[in-house]
């Protein structure tokens, strides 16, 4: 759940570049050639030009994204029967668009398209409903989540192919492969048991001492999730143009 705003940038990130090559967005963004030698930062500069414009999502007046800011989440439910249950929901994040492309590699003989993105800051509210058996203490309750989490780190692989329609040359992705890396991170609860303040603390020290434990539960389902996502979303936008618009060669 940490994570999502990263991934979500890092996916309007790769399709502003998959689009920007059949024009769209040439008044906006730098277009990158598929023989310029130093083809990984033309990417990067070509998306960090456009980082202003993706906290709104309106990249031009006829054509938009699903914004960052704020980012607004799947309902999430992980249900391993009475002795761990977690359900959120209602959940936003907040500085989702102040990431940094920190490595991009792209192979174009195998159409692989690998990046690496951190983010400095986010905050995520949402609502929760518990009940988790841990190695210390039962937990419950139903109320706010808060999660303020710093230096977070998400890499996304894409795979694409190339096929023939109608006598034209074109592209279509055909798996992603998403992995988050975890950051420092503090989660506050509400009201957990029932609200007993000496219980609440007790709780959400509980909660922060053992968030592998979450991790290791919830980071499948979102990978799954946005991985199925971006795929949906990126064969969309290149669904019109053949490889030679989005990759040119000159």
Not at 27 to 45: A, H, L, T
Not at 172 to 196: C, M, P, Y
């Amino acid at each position: 759940m940490k994570f999502q705003s990263c991934l979500r940038s890092s996916i309007i990130f790769l399709i502003v570049f998959i689009s920007s090559s059949n024009g769209k967005f040439s008044p906006y963004i730098k277009i990158c050639s598929r023989n310029d030698p130093n083809i990984e930062q033309c990417i990067v500069d070509s998306v960090m030009k456009l980082q202003p414009l993706l906290r709104s999502g309106k990249l031009i007046e006829d054509y938009q994204v699903p914004s960052i800011e704020p980012f607004i989440y799947d309902d999430l439910v992980i249900d391993h029967g009475p002795g761990f249950r977690i359900e959120l929901k209602d959940l936003k994040s907040w500085n989702g668009s102040n990431f940094e492309i920190v490595n991009a590699k792209v192979n174009l003989e195998k159409l692989t398209f690998d990046f690496t993105v951190t983010m400095p800051n986010v905050k995520m509210v949402g609502k929760y409903k518990m009940s988790a058996k841990l190695p210390l203490l039962e937990l419950s309750g139903n109320g706010e989540m808060t999660n303020l989490l710093k230096n977070s780190r998400m890499r996304i692989k894409l795979y694409a192919t190339q096929f023939n329609e109608d006598g034209k040359n074109r592209i279509k992705f055909t798996k992603a492969n998403v992995r988050f890396f975890k950051g420092e991170s503090q989660i506050t609860l509400t009201n957990l048991f029932n609200g007993d303040p000496t219980l609440s603390m007790i709780g959400n020290q509980v909660v922060n001492d053992n968030q592998d434990i979450f991790t290791k539960e919830v980071m499948p389902a979102l990978e799954a999730q946005f991985s199925k996502s971006f795929m949906e979303v990126a064969n969309k936008i290149v669904a019109n143009s053949t490889y030679d618009e989005i990759l040119p060669d000159s």
